[in-house]
């Protein structure tokens, strides 16, 4: 099993467009970010969890699910850094590969020392940009399947669709 733990803000702030928007928006910029994350996960198959710092927040840990996609909200006083430190050391094991996307060098240095792989802001976005070709070459070749076929679905229903495959209502 392979298992991608995103530190949320480094990513956001590396992301010109997840920047942009989080100058505007800082929940937005989340939300994106948790909606590409949810993409990435059903297209490799991998475990994804994005970590965020507790930003402007007090007390305990939060964690939920959304698009399948686990986030957590660290408590207070423990960076996502360290939070994801710790889950690399529980979730290693024999049967499972961890990655870490964040392009904070000490972060990397210190995941790659507990025998994690890393993964720069920008590698992950290079991916996801592949990803999201690959998933539009999908769909493209599905409509065309479709409308030979003689069932042909409006862009609406297929955007319902689409939202029901990341697992969103």
Same mark, same amino acid.
């Given at each position: 099993?392979?298992?991608?733990?995103?530190?949320?803000?480094?990513?956001?702030?590396?992301?010109?467009?997840?920047?942009?928007? %989080?100058? %505007?928006?800082?929940?937005?910029?989340?939300?994106?970010?948790?909606?590409?994350?949810?993409?990435?996960?059903?297209?490799?198959?991998?475990?994804?969890?994005?970590?965020?710092?507790?930003?402007?927040?007090?007390?305990?840990? +939060?964690?939920?699910?959304?698009?399948?996609?686990?986030?957590?909200?660290?408590?207070?006083?423990?960076? /996502?850094?360290?939070?994801?430190?710790?889950? /690399?050391?529980?979730?290693?094991?024999?049967?499972?590969?961890?990655?870490?996307?964040?392009?904070?060098?000490?972060?990397?240095? /210190?995941?790659?020392?507990?025998?994690?792989?890393?993964?720069?802001?920008?590698?992950?976005?290079?991916?996801?940009?592949?990803?999201? +070709?690959?998933?539009? %070459?999908?769909?493209?070749?599905?409509?065309?399947?479709?409308?030979?076929?003689?069932?042909?679905?409006?862009?609406?229903?297929?955007?319902?669709?689409? +939202?029901?495959?990341?697992?969103?209502?």
């Amino acid at each position: 099993m392979d298992v991608l733990l995103v530190d949320g803000y480094n990513i956001i702030g590396a992301w010109t467009e997840l920047r942009s928007l %989080k100058e %505007k928006d800082f929940s937005k910029a989340r939300e994106l970010l948790i909606e590409k994350m949810a993409e990435y996960q059903a297209y490799t198959g991998y475990q994804v969890i994005v970590v965020f710092d507790a930003h402007l927040s007090h007390g305990i840990e +939060k964690r939920h699910s959304q698009y399948r996609v686990e986030v957590i909200y660290t408590r207070e006083n423990e960076t /996502a850094d360290e939070r994801i430190e710790k889950m /690399a050391r529980e979730l290693k094991g024999i049967r499972t590969q961890i990655h870490v996307a964040t392009s904070d060098y000490t972060e990397q240095w /210190a995941i790659f020392g507990q025998g994690a792989l890393r993964k720069s802001a920008r590698e992950l976005y290079n991916e996801m940009q592949r990803i999201e +070709k690959g998933i539009e %070459k999908r769909v493209d070749t599905e409509n065309r399947k479709n409308r030979s076929s003689g069932l042909y679905l409006s862009e609406e229903v297929s955007e319902i669709f689409e +939202k029901w495959r990341r697992g969103g209502k």
